[in-house]
T-cell receptor, first 115, second 112 residues
């Protein structure tokens, strides 16, 4: 298993454009998480999937953001009508169980720059 | 609300120096505490954890002790190596939940 994969690694887009990121978790992990990390800050929780069900969305996730995990495998995070404030590193992670006991496995992230 | 505060970086040390990165938390009750490390170009990796007061987590020569009296979880290493250069994140989570609250991270640079 190669761990959590994220694609693309970097994305530069013009303000107002839509972007989509993909995350492939560790195959046996049924839980998947998206976090956002802005410059100089720690990662902040965005959303959580257990299998294909999206169980929680942070208030950081505005209506322009949507995440899916069809068939409980890979996940996509789409941002519509991007704004400069969306520039950040988007991190995906997966786990078998609640993190307090087991911890997450994080991907390397997708760095988004909105110009 | 719950929060984690880390010492600001960057921290620059010579090889074989002692390391301490301070971490304190604000939370009601006793969360689990974690240190994650992010090497250049890689994802965050769990370094060590402690799930109750007075527990000591350890891994790769790093240690941290869960101190409920001072609400702290400081990361220590007796002799750092150049390969330890990375960003270190302190975090908390509640048992049975699935969210972390991370600190802002501390960049460590170790010089040969």
């Amino acid at each position: 298993d190669t761990g959590v994969s994220q694609d693309p690694r970097h994305k530069i887009t013009k303000r107002g454009q839509n972007v989509t990121f993909r995350c492939d978790p560790i195959s046996e992990h049924n839980r998947l998480y998206w976090y956002r990390q802005t410059l100089g800050q720690g990662p902040e929780f965005l959303t959580y999937f257990q299998n294909e069900a999206q169980l929680e969305k942070s208030r950081l996730l505005s209506d322009r953001f949507s995440a899916e995990r069809p068939k409980g495998s890979f996940s996509t995070l789409e941002i519509q009508r991007t704004e400069q404030g969306d520039s950040a590193m988007y991190l995906c992670a997966s786990s078998l169980a609640a993190p307090a006991n087991y911890g997450y496995t994080f991907g390397s992230g997708t760095r988004l720059t909105v110009v | 609300g719950d929060s984690v505060t880390q010492m600001e970086g960057p921290v620059t040390l010579s090889e074989e120096a002692c390391l301490t990165i301070n971490c304190t938390y604000t939370a009601t009750g006793y969360p689990s505490l974690f240190w994650y490390v992010q090497y250049p170009g890689e994802g965050l990796q769990l370094l060590l954890k402690a799930t109750k007061a007075d527990d000591k987590g350890s891994n790769k020569g790093f240690e941290a002790t869960y101190r409920k009296e001072t609400t702290s979880f400081h990361l220590e290493k007796g002799s750092v190596q150049v390969s330890d250069s990375a960003v270190y994140f302190c975090a908390l989570s509640w048992p049975g939940t699935y969210k972390y609250i991370f600190g802002t991270g501390t960049r460590l640079k170790v010089l040969a």
